[in-house]
């Protein structure tokens, strides 16, 4: 089998995988969000938070709920690293530094696991499990309760209720999360990933000398991560590891993990609002565009423009013999497209545009289908501002899903989108006005701006994945960093939340011919365009200097 | 409607008037050049930062423009100015915009002030409905308080607004409606409202004052078309925060760039300085040329004129809007309450079919049906004398032709009229009254003239029965279909709006069946037959729990509360005051139809927004592609690859670029002023044909505006 057929084999076998799963699953996230049994184990939990599951909060509940919850969880972990010397398992690692540990702790809370540390030789085995794994579960269940607040906000009438944050966060996690985690870690483990509560072996390398090869529980940690679209690996070099991603169909195995519940929830919104229709179409922008960056950058990288990718015959820098090319730019596009983060090749030593293509992705906003419900809060504010862009182009005052798109509505949409630019831009132009944080690039020119660039960008996108290259871990960039992840999270939940509390609170106008059809393909297009020119163009200017400057010849 | 308010023999409805400019008043939409240049002087003044800021888009480039001037003093250069100058004529070109389509508004105002004359008025003192004014004094017009009583005479004006309490006059409204026939204005009843400045033409009216000082209807007038207290409508604010958002997005974005393009610079020490990017960054006039030709300048430029020239459109059909808010809200309006009488019918019944019993032709039929009503005067009389002709070319003669015949004429006691001639008589009327007036002359009606009468009922019409006596021996000849005839063309147009998503309801007060047969016929999708004022009121209600919004008119006091609870509420200037002063509109025409029209106009205000939004929005692409590659091609070479124009060189794609931004803004004012082009159809065809106009439209247009532009720039001085 040539690669390039390969490649096709792999990317078509999972579209169909992800379409044959978006039904189902979708409609097991409905029945989840919208049950009204609690099951024992969730009893237990509302008794030890102290909630009464039947309660209904209004948006700025849920928003403190969410806040609070966020701010106690980043607390914990700052604590959990720093303390890690005095607690078991530790392997004998220090206490984590107190730069790093805050931009740890914030990194894995808001799904975005940005890691300015190498896994192996920094934690332990408790604050892995205990600790980051740990949020990587909570931090998604997070993210799709904001969505079905947000979802609930179109579907519910004259209310300013929107569900119990505490119920959608446990439901999230004791029914969906932990039951895929748990079948996806078994399928990982027989692919060969480890797991085991090993301290490390010294083995006798190839070339003389001893290496020192560290086990753990990676196979648990590595699906969760897959599937919450948190991306922190365990071992520094993520999934390229061999223990984390052993063979091509693991490799597959990951990618679907990644994508599989971003894709269904347009599934659950549709039934949720009561027209599976308006969740096709939504999952439709997400395809579209998810195809066509896969298509682009898998291209890019198999075209391998540049001297040194021509010279050799293949874009194989950075890139695992055993996984090729085709199947790491998908990968890339995919870790890239959802907030995951994960790597199995490193985005910096792609061809120049291939590596654009990957900071493109993250710049879309991360909802193409994006981080698990961050991909769909994203998309439907774009859809917000589509409709009313391009609504109002039917001759009525714009509305979606019978919900008025006023001017509450309108400045929360406004601020949303505004807030990963403005702060992807102010970082990377704080940190190039400054020789001190430009010296962390390790490469020259262009491409170290673009270093720079994806690092911001993939903090405030909440993505994770580094392009490799830059020294990140320094005071500066730990502290930037991690504010850029901590306000590119939870601004856009408060302004979601807030959005989704004014849409509950109106009456919807029912549908006429004279409504604008949000289930057509017309639709799509639009929202598409909206997406790449209100938002991906808004980066022209700093792409051009880097990726576009190092990649046109 | 109530029963006894629009019964018949009421004066039917003024005739609609098609909606063509009047003598006097500024055209229906059409841009003349010279307003352009009369509306400078106020363009110029709105530069002023002081009112500017409330357009968060224009200010900024105020800002810029403010900002490559001292750039220019300071290091002077052809680019510079040309930036700089186009940078100001893009503030001038919004400004003129809006000054434009305010300066319309203003000659109205102007026609309407002429209107407002320094009347006196003749107050009355303790007078007493039924009494003689006696006593009076003679005030100014503006000293008049609510509730003061006045007298006015033929030829004079009367001072302000206010009800007729006694008496019935011809009045000369021509100041405010433009339509010169005079009205009728009387006490009691629905046509009471007189309006101060109008001119008593004969006879003499007793007036009690209803505005307050200096709030009369003309005031208000000349308030709304000057746009004196104008306020953003939800949409408009909503998109105003949308612009202010994308604004900020490019600030952020071209701010940001420049330590970007300093250390791009840096890295490549070989490169020579240029005019657009040395060692210091990308040149102040160059940031804010990008910034300029981001950010939505088209749409915000354009935003206020739209609106104002929305209202603008429905002063030009005779129609005044309280508020922008009102206007939007039609654009919005999901049902349509109609009422049946002078807005889907012509007001009143006609014949439309003779229908004859077994053994009588039709013509026989049509003949004596014609003869019997030669003395009836009533509409429905005449409708039959003017079928008959029509139909079976019967020439109509005038009662004195029959030298020796006996009229009689109709009355409500006999309920038939007729004729007595040459040993014939003929009788025409309601069927009870001519079959008993058959039997009681030893006729027997046929069984089938029952059921012919029945089966006119049943389809709602009116049957009246024609009988006559000759020789001796009375029979009926057959019936006349009297009907409520629906206006032409209201079906297509009924049509229309249900493609349009609104629904149309019938108010009448004629029973169910009656009712069902007009609805039917018509084509609205609803009707509410034997309606009281607060059926219609719950009918409102019930449609705006269902969150649609509603739309009605109305004339009558009763009507008040309906029109106050109704979205759109539009007010026959006929009307009442209490039903002008609920309502948000005030049709001077007083023509219901107008209704749709209103909402077609809110519509078309509401598209021309989105649609212009959409093209500016388009506009960025190629605006990146003409500026990036010029400010950055000297550095990184194969972004030349991005200049897909082939522009000249980078001063000349900036200036280019920058000249197109603002020659675009005075090139879509007539669009703006106009609205876009606007058929009723379905949002799915509207949306695809305004989505590739002004989408696909606002891609290509400027790719090839810039092109052309940098053809005729290139031979500029400093532009290589």
């Given at each position: 089998?040539?690669?390039?057929?390969?490649?096709?084999?792999?990317?078509?076998?999972?579209?169909?995988?992800?379409?044959?799963?978006?039904?189902?699953?979708?409609?097991?996230?409905?029945?989840?969000?919208?049950?009204?049994?609690?099951?024992?184990?969730?009893?237990?939990?509302?008794?030890?938070?102290?909630?009464?599951?039947?309660?209904?909060?209004?948006?700025p509940v849920y928003a403190r709920a969410v806040l609070a919850f966020s701010a106690v969880s980043i607390l914990v972990l700052y604590a959990f690293q720093?303390?890690?010397?005095?607690?078991?398992?530790?392997?004998?690692?220090?206490?984590?530094?107190?730069?790093?540990?805050?931009?740890?702790?914030?990194?894995?809370?808001?799904?975005?696991?940005?890691?300015?540390?190498?896994?192996?030789?920094?934690?332990?085995?408790?604050?892995?499990?205990?600790?980051?794994?740990?949020?990587?579960f909570v931090s998604?269940?997070?993210?799709?309760?904001?969505?079905?607040?947000?979802?609930?906000?179109?579907?519910?009438?004259?209310?300013?209720?929107?569900?119990?944050?505490?119920?959608?966060?446990?439901?999230?996690?004791?029914?969906?999360?932990?039951?895929?985690?748990?079948?996806?870690?078994?399928?990982?483990?027989?692919?060969?990933?480890?797991?085991?509560?090993?301290?490390?072996?010294e083995v006798a390398a190839i070339a003389g000398g001893t290496q020192q090869i560290t086990g753990g529980p990676v196979a648990s940690q590595e699906i969760i991560k897959e599937l919450g679209t948190n991306g922190g690996g365990f071992y520094n070099v993520n999934s390229a590891h061999p223990f984390e991603n052993a063979t091509?169909?693991?490799?597959?195995?990951?990618?679907?993990?990644?994508?599989?519940?971003?894709?269904?929830?347009?599934?659950?919104?549709?039934?949720?609002?009561?027209?599976?229709?308006?969740?096709?179409?939504?999952?439709?922008?997400?395809?579209?565009?998810?195809?066509?960056?896969?298509?682009?950058?898998?291209?890019?990288?198999?075209?391998?423009?540049?001297?040194?990718?021509?010279?050799?015959?293949a874009a194989m820098e950075g890139k695992e013999v055993r996984f090729g090319v085709p199947d790491s730019g998908a990968f890339a596009a995919a870790t890239t497209l959802t907030s995951t983060g994960a790597v199995n090749s490193f985005h910096d030593s792609f061809t120049a545009l291939g590596g654009g293509m990957t900071m493109v992705n993250m710049m879309l906003g991360e909802v193409a289908p994006g981080g698990v419900g961050s991909g769909l809060y994203g998309m439907l504010v774009l859809a917000v501002i589509t409709v009313f862009v391009a609504g109002l182009m039917v001759g009525r005052t714009p509305e979606y899903l019978g919900k008025k798109i006023g001017p509450r509505e309108i400045k929360l949409a406004s601020l949303y989108f505004l807030t990963t630019p403005v702060l992807v831009l102010a970082g990377t132009a704080l940190a190039m006005g400054s020789a001190e944080q430009r010296a962390s690039m390790l490469n020259p020119g262009a491409h170290g701006l673009s270093e720079v660039l994806y690092a911001f960008t993939s903090a405030a996108a909440n993505n994770g994945s580094a392009f490799a290259g830059l020294t990140a871990n320094t005071p500066w960039y730990d502290t930037v960093l991690g504010l850029c992840m901590a306000f590119g999270r939870f601004l856009p939940i408060v302004f979601v939340l807030a959005l989704a509390g004014s849409l509950a609170r109106q009456s919807p106008v029912p549908a006429s011919a004279g409504t604008l059809p949000t289930h057509r393909p017309l639709f799509v297009g639009m929202v598409t365009g909206v997406t790449v020119v209100l938002v991906a163009l808004t980066f022209l200017p700093a792409l051009a200097l880097g990726p576009l400057a190092e990649g046109i010849h | 409607?109530?029963?006894?308010?629009?019964?018949?023999?009421?004066?039917?409805?003024?005739?609609?008037?098609?909606?063509?400019?009047?003598?006097?008043?500024?055209?229906?939409?059409?841009?003349?050049?010279?307003?352009?240049?009369?509306?400078?002087?106020d363009a110029l003044r709105k530069l002023n930062p002081a009112t500017l800021w409330r357009n968060p888009v224009m200010f900024i480039v105020e800002i810029g423009a403010a900002f490559t001037t001292v750039l220019a003093v300071t290091r002077p250069s052809f680019f510079a100015w040309a930036i700089t100058a186009w940078l100001w004529l893009t503030v001038v070109f919004a400004n003129l915009a809006e000054a434009v389509a305010e300066g319309r508004g203003k000659a109205q105002a102007a026609t309407l002030r002429a209107a407002k004359r320094d009347t006196t008025a003749r107050r009355l003192r303790d007078w007493r409905p039924g009494r003689e004014p006696a006593a009076f004094d003679t005030i100014g017009a503006t000293e008049l308080a609510q509730g003061d009583i006045v007298v006015v005479a033929a030829g004079e004006i009367i001072p302000g607004d206010g009800d007729v309490v006694e008496g019935i006059a011809s009045v000369d409204e021509s100041a405010i409606t433009g339509e010169s026939a005079p009205v009728i204005r009387e006490s009691g009843g629905d046509r009471s409202a007189v309006t101060g400045g109008t001119k008593v033409l004969s006879d003499r009216v007793i007036v009690k004052i209803t505005q307050r000082p200096g709030e009369s209807f003309i005031d208000r007038m000349i308030a709304l078309v000057e746009g004196a207290n104008r306020q953003k409508t939800p949409n408009e604010i909503a998109l105003n925060i949308l612009l202010a958002a994308l604004t900020i997005i490019f600030l952020v974005a071209t701010v940001t760039m420049q330590p970007l393009a300093i250390y791009a610079k840096s890295v490549n020490p070989g490169v020579p300085d240029s005019l657009a990017l040395t060692g210091d960054g990308v040149s102040g006039i160059v940031l804010v040329s990008l910034l300029v030709c981001l950010i939505p300048t088209t749409i915000g430029a354009l935003l206020s004129a739209i609106g104002i020239a929305g209202m603008d459109r429905l002063v030009q059909r005779n129609v005044l809007a309280v508020s922008g808010r009102a206007v939007e809200a039609a654009g919005d309006v999901g049902t349509l309450l109609l009422d049946k009488t002078g807005t889907i019918t012509l007001g009143n019944r006609q014949a439309s079919d003779f229908v004859p019993v077994a053994g009588v032709s039709t013509g026989e039929l049509a003949e004596a049906a014609q003869l019997a009503s030669l003395a009836d005067e009533t509409p429905e009389g005449r409708s039959i004398v003017v079928y008959a002709k029509q139909a079976y070319g019967l020439r109509e003669r005038a009662p004195g032709e029959?030298?020796?015949?006996?009229?009689?004429?109709?009355?409500?006691q006999t309920r038939m009229s007729g004729v007595d001639v040459d040993g014939r008589q003929v009788r025409k009327g309601a069927a009870t009254s001519v079959m008993k007036w058959v039997r009681d002359h030893g006729g027997h009606p046929t069984a089938d003239v029952g059921a012919l009468v029945d089966g006119i009922s049943a389809s709602g019409g009116t049957p009246l029965v024609v009988g006559e006596i000759t020789g001796g021996t009375a029979r009926v000849l057959g019936v006349v279909h009297l009907k409520d005839v629906v206006k032409e063309g209201m079906r297509e147009r009924f049509e229309h709006m249900r493609r349009m998503g609104i629904r149309t309801v019938m108010i009448t007060g004629d029973n169910p069946l009656t009712a069902r047969a007009i609805a039917d016929e018509a084509g609205v999708d609803d009707f509410l037959a034997e309606a009281t004022p607060e059926d219609k009121l719950a009918l409102i209600r019930k449609e705006q729990e269902g969150g649609r919004l509603v739309a009605m008119t109305g004339d009558g006091t009763n009507d008040a509360p309906a029109l106050a609870q109704a979205d759109v509420g539009v007010a026959m200037n006929t009307g009442t005051s209490a039903a002008k002063e609920?309502?948000?509109?005030?049709?001077?025409?007083?023509?219901?139809?107008?209704?749709?029209?209103?909402?077609?106009?809110?519509?078309?205000?509401?598209?021309?927004?989105?649609?212009?939004?959409t093209f500016s929005i388009a506009n960025d692409i190629a605006k990146y592609f003409a500026i990036i590659p010029a400010m950055f091609a000297a550095v990184y070479p194969g972004l030349d690859t991005l200049n897909v124009m082939r522009l000249h060189s980078p001063q000349s794609a900036i200036l280019s670029a920058v000249v197109f931004n603002a020659v675009v803004i005075v090139a879509l004012i007539p669009l703006a002023l106009r609205g876009v082009r606007y058929r009723p159809s379905s949002a799915d065809k509207l949306l695809s044909r305004n989505l590739y106009l002004y989408g696909l439209g606002g891609i290509v247009v400027p790719f090839a505006g810039i092109k052309l532009i940098d053809l005729i720039v290139q031979f500029l001085p400093g532009m290589s």
């Open positions: 089998m040539s690669p390039a057929l390969a490649g096709v084999l792999f990317i078509g076998s999972l579209v169909v995988a992800l379409a044959l799963t978006h039904r189902p699953l979708g409609d097991h996230m409905y029945r989840v969000y919208s049950g009204t049994r609690h099951l024992a184990v969730e009893k237990v939990a509302y008794r030890l938070i102290g909630v009464r599951p039947e309660t209904e909060q209004p948006w720093r303390l890690q010397d005095r607690l078991f398992l530790s392997l004998g690692l220090p206490a984590v530094p107190g730069h790093l540990a805050w931009n740890t702790a914030v990194s894995f809370v808001t799904n975005t696991n940005w890691q300015a540390y190498s896994g192996e030789s920094t934690m332990g085995h408790l604050v892995q499990m205990a600790g980051l794994a740990v949020q990587n998604a269940a997070v993210g799709m309760a904001v969505a079905v607040a947000l979802v609930r906000g179109f579907a519910r009438r004259r209310t300013g209720d929107l569900g119990n944050f505490w119920v959608d966060l446990v439901r999230g996690i004791v029914r969906i999360l932990l039951p895929l985690a748990f079948l996806g870690a078994l399928v990982l483990l027989a692919g060969g990933l480890v797991q085991n509560l090993s301290g490390g072996h091509t169909w693991t490799n597959w195995v990951e990618v679907f993990a990644l994508l599989v519940l971003p894709f269904a929830l347009p599934r659950t919104f549709g039934r949720m609002v009561g027209d599976r229709r308006q969740g096709y179409a939504i999952a439709a922008v997400m395809a579209v565009l998810a195809i066509t960056s896969v298509a682009v950058l898998t291209g890019l990288e198999v075209a391998h423009n540049g001297t040194v990718p021509q010279a050799v015959g | 409607m109530i029963p006894g308010i629009h019964a018949p023999g009421r004066a039917p409805a003024p005739p609609a008037r098609t909606p063509t400019p009047r003598d006097g008043k500024v055209g229906g939409g059409l841009l003349d050049p010279a307003q352009l240049l009369t509306s400078l002087p029959l030298a020796h015949a006996e009229w009689i004429p109709f009355t409500a609920a309502g948000n509109m005030v049709d001077l025409d007083s023509n219901p139809t107008k209704l749709i029209e209103i909402v077609e106009i809110g519509k078309q205000l509401l598209i021309t927004r989105g649609a212009l939004t």
